[in-house]
């Protein structure tokens, strides 16, 4: 008899579990309730979770300065085991943190999670992390510009989880490394194929998939990653819904087990790749499917890619015999009309009829247009769920950002573009600098601090009317480029346009009618952006605007046409068709 699958040992040889006793948890629950509280990011949550079932094993903390340091050196733990990603609690100081002290860490609700003992608070440096773990210091990468947010020191000591994050969606399906492997024990083969993702199933994917499973002679783990993956991601809720339909009705039950993972992603390429094995190794797993471009944010602010599109395979590959994971890769798969099935491409005879649909053309050709996949490329019930999820483009949200100095030209170009929106059907909320300070951001200062805030704040309600299908119109100062590209992550580059005002600083001054630039000049004002505090202009903006040889009108409908050639707009002739 086939001997389970369970009996692949986790990583590191022990599954961690930090979870309180059940008959210790009133008390230790009643003695959090006396502690300060840490309230922790939502990235910080899917760490917590992790490290209290196992599935960063053999990790059982936020990580100290010795194996930070080690892991982003030479993707060791202090101690030698390969571990190629840092787990870190960075924080901002305070009273309540300090050594040999307990604190409770929260969730957004105040509840209390987890008590941690602190033994070591030390600082961490962005720039070389970013360079180690990232390869790169481009604010593009989302982690890069993430981590411009995270406070200067990193907390770490023992911990001791009350209880889990709290999730009411898809309760059956988020199982803990060993629930994991206990579902994998009742499928009756040794090896178990991890297939990690972030985007819908179609049906190259589960060709591909099948054939590995074919190949291992083994069961697939489908283990979508729902907790933070790449902004303007295909949500999991709908990522989950396309799983469940094909898992139900396209796949041999006795041979898959789909579990989700709360996997806060860094987008690292080859590094998250062998991240991934490890990861994958603690749920029972010891074959891995690595793709192409696996775990990639995309291409940098120059347009080339992070990483190369099999640096993960090779990677993965070459740690193999430590994490005890192979990866299963396959090249690119096309579609064969004539003979209905999909073929490695290097494989297909030269003048045989092929058929692919990329991903940009999943979205701009048919989801944005309002058109149904075709059931060679996913199945009608997944392509009902993407329509049903994804509006066409025109009724999707999107950001104007405009940015530029004091008196560039934004606020009068934006009212120009919210009339224009007005003429071809489409409304818009304007969130103009000076009214923001009046509403949104009262009591804010023009320190570098409460400028990021009150960017922020901004960039946050964009980006809650985007997620609703809204289109909104910002129009700040924004002067510093990384808190313009975190707000570019909290809406999602692909609905994102970032519109630099570009007038030189001599006809902003002409143009001030409050005078300010001149009370700046005779030092009356500090900190006034252009004068005495930098402007960053953008390095890559979706369009320039010239506002010496182009009148505000002009400029809003070089912006209109820009929105008309990406989708968001419907264009209209004059006698008002489309």
């Known amino acids: ?90 924080v901002e100081l305070s ?28 600082p961490w440096q962005r720039e070389k992390m970013a360079r180690a773990v990232f390869g790169t210091l481009d604010d593009r990468h989302p982690l890069v510009a993430e981590m411009a947010q995270w406070g200067p020191y990193n907390l770490s000591g023992r911990l001791e989880v009350l209880a889990l994050p709290q999730h009411y969606d898809f309760r059956d399906l988020r199982l803990t490394p060993a629930q994991t492997r206990e579902r994998l024990e009742h499928t009756p083969y040794t090896n178990i194929i991890a297939f990690q993702t972030r985007n819908p199933l179609h049906r190259v994917h589960e060709e591909l998939t099948k054939r590995a499973m074919a190949e291992a002679d083994g069961a697939l783990l489908l283990h979508p990653s729902v907790g933070m993956t790449r902004p303007g991601d295909v949500d ?21 087990v789909l579990a989700l993972l709360p996997l806060a992603m860094r987008l690292a390429g080859p590094r998250e790749a062998i991240w991934h094995a490890v990861i994958r190794r603690n749920y029972g797993a010891n074959h891995l499917i690595v793709g192409r471009d696996h775990a990639s944010p995309g291409s940098d602010s120059t347009g080339r890619p992070f990483y190369g599109p099999y640096d993960a395979h090779e990677w993965v590959q070459q740690y193999s015999a ?38 940009t053309q999943v979205r701009d050709e048919y989801l944005n247009q309002g058109r149904l996949l075709p059931a060679w490329f996913t199945h009608p019930e997944v392509a009902d769920i993407l329509a049903d999820a994804y509006p066409p483009r025109h009724r999707q949200g999107v950001c104007i950002w405009f940015t530029g100095l004091s008196g560039a030209g934004k606020s009068t170009t934006a009212a120009v573009l919210e009339l224009l929106l007005l003429e071809c059907g489409r409304r818009a909320t304007v969130l103009d600098g000076d009214i923001v300070r009046t509403h949104l951001s009262k009591g804010l200062g023009f320190s570098k601090e409460d400028r990021d ?23 700040a100062i924004s002067p510093y480029q990384a808190t313009r590209d975190e707000v570019r992550s909290m809406v999602g580059s692909g609905q994102f346009v970032e519109v630099f005002v570009d007038t030189p600083l001599d006809e902003c001054e002409r143009r001030d009618i409050k005078g300010l630039y001149a009370q700046a000049r005779r030092g009356e004002i500090r900190g006034f952006t252009g004068i005495d505090d930098p402007y960053e202009p953008p390095r890559s903006p979706e369009i320039r605007l010239d506002t010496l040889t182009h009148s505000p009108e002009q400029n809003a409908q070089r912006v209109l046409q820009h929105l008309v050639r990406e989708g968001f707009i419907r264009s209209f002739d004059a006698n008002g068709h489309l």
Do not use: W
């Open 95 to 122: 009273p309540a943190i300090r050594p040999d002290r307990d604190i409770a860490l929260c969730d957004d609700q105040h509840n209390r999670l987890a008590i941690m003992t602190i033994e070591e608070i030390y």
């Open 322 to 359: 430590e994490t005890g994971v192979r990866p299963v890769a396959f090249e690119e798969l096309v579609y064969l009309p004539d003979e209905d099935r999909y073929e490695q491409i290097s494989r297909v005879v030269p003048g045989v009829r092929t058929a692919s649909i990329s991903g």
């Open 453 to 475: 805030t009150n960017i922020r704040r901004i960039g946050f309600v964009a980006a809650e009317i985007v997620k609703h299908g809204g289109l909104v119109i910002c129009a």
């Open 236 to 256: 999991h809720y709908t990522r989950v819904r396309t799983y469940r339909a094909l898992v139900q009705n396209h796949y041999p039950p006795e041979r898959v």
């Open 1 to 90: 008899m086939i001997q389970p699958s369970v009996l692949i040992p986790p990583y590191g040889g022990q599954l961690i579990n930090l979870l309180v006793p059940p008959d210790a948890l009133e008390a230790r629950r009643a003695y959090a309730s006396q502690l300060p509280t840490l309230r922790l990011s939502q990235r910080a949550l899917c760490d917590l979770e992790l490290l209290a079932t196992g599935g960063f094993s053999p990790l059982d903390r936020f990580m100290n300065q010795a194996d930070y340091t080690r892991v982003v050196e030479e993707m060791r733990l202090a101690d030698g085991t390969l571990f190629p990603i840092p787990v870190t609690l960075p």
